[in-house]
């Protein structure tokens, strides 16, 4: 049996309800259409705000971490003598971490011989 013996066998209510929509369809398309239209205008509209909205929170965000470490230089360039020499007992724990003796985590170029 090939593949065309079965277009006899079709259900005549399936033909029937196939050729119906065909005919139906340019009638109530335009109609779905007309409903449909403003909904997903308003859809892209709220879209669009919130995609401004973000972009908006994202530029002050932005702008307040560029003041922050703007302040954040500005103080630290300010008064380095405020800052004082290490403690000894916060070298002793690098010692023994390791950071010191080159076996630590990375931290050796932070720490010259020259401060120690």
Known sequence: ???YDDGANLAWP???????VAVLAP???PVVGAVLRPVVKGAVKAGLTVKDMAAGFVAEAGEQ???LYAEAKAEHCAKPEAWGKPS???LSQLRQN???????LGF?????????
């Open 108 to 116: 050796q170029s932070l720490i010259s011989p020259v401060d120690l």
């Open 1 to 3: 049996m090939a593949w």
């Open 88 to 90: 000894v007992k916060w």
């Open 65 to 67: 971490v560029s003041d």
């Open 98 to 104: 390791g950071v010191l003796t080159g076996r630590g």
């Open 27 to 29: 009638i109530f398309l």
């Open 14 to 20: 399936n033909v029937l309800m196939i050729a119906g």
